[in-house]
């Protein structure tokens, strides 16, 4: 084999080299003095609000279109998520609910607040192990928890949000449920359910007994209802990591499956062997489902980015995934009741800085032509740049054209919706919920605002790579070149299974690393490696997005988003809505939005509430967040990486002012408003050449994180 020749890396791997170097900082010891937070004059306490006012520049329920169903059930409809009663496309835009210990009276209050937050879809998370019966039979219903979850179902249709379910989360098994496995299991359900008869026949009865039950506050079965829009068939059930997730399983029932065929690497074996019985398995429970009448359309496998696991996602009705950026990594060794106690290690990294890996690692999964969803995402508490996740997310979801977004998650375990950030009780940690953190509650309406009413444009181009069996042979977590990744901060992206077609595309990348067939005519050759660089040298890119790539700065080919990573900044700029995040020293600007005065992290939001364009606005809703942390919240260095004790009330907003100017508008007056939406002062405005300026500030004589302009009183 003659020598391969040297090729010096490119500027854009060089980039994303070191943002991963930067990722694995993390994982090294916290330096520096502890700190606590406390009221001093950087941190200020905030008077919460969990009940915004109806019809208050807060209120997003508008956005929503009750009752859900009215216009029939969600379908698939030219690669997207529909009604099959009403022409053009539906966006879904929602959080998390369960059943952890909430009251009848409860749900109406829940359903009431996620329609404020401008929720039209809740994802019903981690409810099946509350609601299993609590005999040796898992797959019994619980009357009382049954009741509490129609109710539920119920509240929201009502206020237009549809539901969507995994039919296995963490249900329970008592020994001998599966005869294959006679002890009791939870998570290693996830494989067993699968790759065992026994695990096949029992998700079948519990998704039979949820399903084909009658609500009675509603009238019809679970099935039935167009309110349920979609349903995984399982959560987070992606073999290959199930597998090391629970190897007792693996190794007492299926490793010895595995028939490595002539020459075939032994990692390359076990992953085309899962790809076939768990392709296999998924095949025949939608088949089940489609004879048992169930007409929602079908996802799973929505657990890590594997290339291969292309092929695992080709049968399914749409594509789903979860991504998280910051996600707290607990430490080992520390007392832990739950996984999510602290002490917690977080990177503290912003996500402008890390080339929006919220949502960026997602989006090389998707199938064009299929739509897709985006079911789990976060930048968890106490993350001081955690404003922009909404910001991202619904920002990069319009970008990518997906066709849903659900935060994790509303509130926590117990079932706590009137309060900040708690000591961890049950199975997810307050650091995810948002009910009590108004930065997250903000962010979301950002993210309500822009995703649903599509106030961002989707790509021009599109590039998709080819993936066939030959990808199960990839080095390493067979995880997407970073470089891929980055492509879809400026255009479209996604993966395309091997036989299947391949037109509708500006190019589609072609690496012998990914896929075994041939090419076909107009196929881009890809090492695998910096689509950049490839696309450039077939001519389906400009070389001055690769120049901006290699500098850390990603422009979107719509011209409307705009990240620059070396200066850990974002701005967006569109006709309905503009923004800026990140370091913000020294002010930064997006179309008719120019903030000054302002130091450190923060993020400027600006959206017309009564026209499709801010230029025609005559009421608009501004947002100026920076961080906020509960009283006494501990972490054991100032740069807060190890986050070592939860805190308790009052909240305390890190303060901060800017001088915030629009141009442009019709509205006169600026009034602060309170996390209700209530009006709680009117400010001082500048008028000047077409701008309106006013000073916005955390602290000071009228806090306020948002703020309402308007032409009139």
């Known amino acids: 084999m003659p020598p391969v020749p040297f090729r010096a890396p490119s500027c854009v791997e060089l980039l994303l080299l070191g943002l991963a170097v930067a990722a694995g900082a993390a994982e090294g010891d916290a330096g520096g003095a502890p700190w606590r937070a406390a009221e001093d004059a950087q941190w200020r306490p905030l008077a919460l609000e969990w009940d915004v006012e109806p019809g208050s520049a807060l209120d997003c329920s508008h956005l929503l279109d009750p009752p859900a169903g009215r216009h029939g059930r969600v379908v698939v409809r030219d690669g997207h998520f529909a009604f099959a009663g009403r022409p053009g496309r539906v ?92 002890r009791p299991m ?3 359900f996830k494989l067993a359910a699968h790759l065992t008869a026994g695990g096949d026949r029992n998700w079948r009865r519990f998704a039979a007994a949820l399903l084909e039950h009658r609500n009675p506050y509603t009238g019809l079965a679970w099935k039935d209802d167009p309110a349920l829009a979609t349903i995984s068939l399982l959560n987070e059930d992606t073999p290959y990591e199930q597998i090391a997730l629970t190897p007792d399983i693996w190794d007492g029932l299926l490793r010895a499956e595995v028939a490595p065929a002539p020459g075939e690497p032994a990692t390359a074996a076990v992953r085309r062997h ?37 092929l695992l996602r080709a049968p399914l009705d749409y594509v789903d995934a979860h991504c998280y950026y910051d996600h707290p990594v607990p430490v080992e060794g520390a007392g832990r009741r739950t996984w999510v106690d602290t002490p917690l290690r977080y990177r503290m990294k912003l996500v402008e800085e890390d080339a929006a890996s919220l949502p960026r690692t997602a989006m090389p999964v998707r199938i064009p032509g299929r739509p ?45 919706m009137d309060g900040p950030p708690a000591p961890v009780s049950g199975f997810m940690g307050e650091v995810f919920a948002t009910s009590g953190d108004p930065i997250a509650l903000l962010s979301d309406r950002i993210a309500a605002l822009l995703f649903l009413r599509a106030q961002a444009a989707p790509a021009r181009r599109s590039f998709a790579c080819a993936v066939d069996g030959a990808s199960h042979g990839l080095p390493g977590d067979g995880g997407y070149d970073p470089g891929f990744e980055a492509l879809g901060l400026v255009a479209r992206i996604g993966s395309l299974p091997i036989p299947g077609p391949t037109h509708g595309h500006d190019a589609v990348l072609w690496s012998p690393a990914l896929v075994g067939a041939p090419p076909p005519a107009g196929a881009v050759p890809w090492s695998g490696r910096d689509p950049f660089t490839a696309l450039v040298a ?43 995040s990140g370091r913000l020293d020294g002010g930064h600007r997006a179309g008719p939005l120019a903030v000054e005065g302002c130091t450190g992290y923060a993020l400027a939001f600006a959206t017309a509430l009564d026209a499709p364009v801010l230029a025609r606005s005559r009421r608009v809703l501004v947002l100026f967040l920076t961080d906020a942390l509960a009283s006494g919240a501990a972490f054991a260095d100032r740069e807060r990486t190890l986050y070592t004790a939860h805190g308790h009330a009052p909240l305390l907003v890190r303060a901060a002012s800017a001088r915030i100017a629009l141009a442009g508008c019709a509205v006169q007056r600026v009034h602060a408003l309170d996390l209700a939406g209530r009006r709680i002062a009117e400010l001082p405005v500048e008028h000047g050449a077409g701008v309106l300026s006013f000073t916005a500030s955390t602290a000071g004589a009228h806090p306020a994180l948002a703020y309402e302009l308007s032409a009139g009183p």
């Open 274 to 310: 899962l790809t076939e019985r768990v392709g296999a398995s998924y095949r025949a429970k939608m088949d089940w489902l489609r004879r048992c009448g169930v007409q929602q359309p079908l996802s799973g496998v929505n657990y890590r980015e594997f290339v291969f696991q292309t």
């Open 186 to 188: 939870q998570h290693g």
């Open 538 to 580: 077939a001519g389906r890119l400009d070389l001055d997005d690769v120049r901006r790539a290699g500098a850390g700065r990603f422009r979107s080919d719509t011209g409307e988003l705009d990240l620059d990573c070396a200066r850990a900044r974002f701005a967006l700029a569109t006709p309905g809505a503009a923004a800026v």
């Open 372 to 416: 897709f969803t985006l079911s789990e995402w976060s930048i968890p508490y106490p993350s001081p740049g955690r404003a922009s996740a909404g910001l991202f997310a619904a920002a990069y979801a319009l970008l990518q054209d997906w066709d849903g977004i659900c935060r994790l998650k509303y509130a926590a375990n117990p079932w706590r």
């Open 91 to 182: 966006r879904l835009h929602g959080n998390h609910v369960g059943l952890e210990g909430i009251s009848a009276a409860g749900c109406e209050r829940l359903a009431e607040r996620l329609a404020r937050l401008g929720c039209n879809l809740a994802r019903i998370h981690v409810y099946d192990q509350d609601l299993q019966g609590k005999g040796a039979d898992s797959t019994a219903l619980d009357p009382a928890q049954l009741d509490l979850l129609d109710r539920l179902f119920a509240a929201c249709k009502r206020r237009g949000i549809y539901l969507t379910i995994d039919l296995y989360v963490a249900r329970v098994l008592a020994a001998g449920e599966v005869a294959e496995w006679p």
